[in-house]
């Protein structure tokens, strides 16, 4: 079953949890998160050490990611808030397959992990019914990608490895 489908609704109950208020909310708020990083492909794309194209297809199982940030409200008002978030995290997902030129390899190992650093903005809409606000929001910031594949050349061949890292990627 997948994770998702549990997971939101689990979330969206917690949500609704009367909390207590307070008369002001905090200028400086801090936060840690965790959730489901569902799988999905990539593609690299280079040459072997011999100079040959190389294209290297890799679909990944689900995984988790979790972080941290650290926010700022800007601007409050009867508008609305404008909050800043500087966003530290990190993802983990398991490789289900590997194909090499489009062959499809013996995978022994493989994961991929994934570490960001963000600096995010919202806008959170004024409260309704003096509990609930809806947010809008993004950011910016930058990926470290890290690969770790090891598959069999033949049947009875030796193992390689494929370690890739790539880091200074935008990371949105």
């Given at each position: 079953m997948n994770r998702a489908l549990v997971f939101l609704p689990v979330m969206a109950l917690i949500s609704t949890l009367p909390t207590q208020a307070s008369a002001k909310d905090a200028k400086i708020y801090g936060g840690v998160f965790i959730g489901d990083r569902l799988g999905e492909g990539q593609t690299f794309e280079g040459a072997n050490i011999a100079g040959a194209p190389r294209v290297i297809e890799t679909p990944t199982k689900d995984g988790l990611v979790g972080g941290a940030m650290i926010g700022v409200v800007v601007?409050?008002?009867?508008?609305?808030?404008?909050?800043?978030e500087a966003e530290l995290s990190?993802?983990?997902?398991?490789?289900?397959?590997?194909?090499?030129?489009?062959?499809?390899?013996?995978?022994?190992?493989?994961?991929?992990?994934?570490?960001?650093?963000?600096?995010?903005?919202?806008?959170?809409?004024?409260?309704i019914w003096d509990r609930i606000r809806f947010t809008v929001g993004g950011g910016a910031?930058?990926?470290?990608?890290?690969?770790?594949i090891e598959y069999n050349v033949a049947a009875a061949g030796p193992r390689i490895q494929i370690p890739t890292n790539a880091t200074g990627k935008l990371a949105l």
């Amino acid at each position: 079953m997948n994770r998702a489908l549990v997971f939101l609704p689990v979330m969206a109950l917690i949500s609704t949890l009367p909390t207590q208020a307070s008369a002001k909310d905090a200028k400086i708020y801090g936060g840690v998160f965790i959730g489901d990083r569902l799988g999905e492909g990539q593609t690299f794309e280079g040459a072997n050490i011999a100079g040959a194209p190389r294209v290297i297809e890799t679909p990944t199982k689900d995984g988790l990611v979790g972080g941290a940030m650290i926010g700022v409200v800007v601007a409050d008002a009867n508008w609305g808030r404008i909050r800043t978030e500087a966003e530290l995290s990190a993802g983990k997902n398991d490789i289900r397959s590997l194909t090499l030129n489009g062959v499809q390899r013996e995978l022994l190992n493989g994961r991929k992990s994934i570490t960001t650093t963000m600096l995010n903005v919202a806008y959170d809409t004024p409260k309704i019914w003096d509990r609930i606000r809806f947010t809008v929001g993004g950011g910016a910031g930058a990926a470290s990608i890290d690969y770790d594949i090891e598959y069999n050349v033949a049947a009875a061949g030796p193992r390689i490895q494929i370690p890739t890292n790539a880091t200074g990627k935008l990371a949105l």
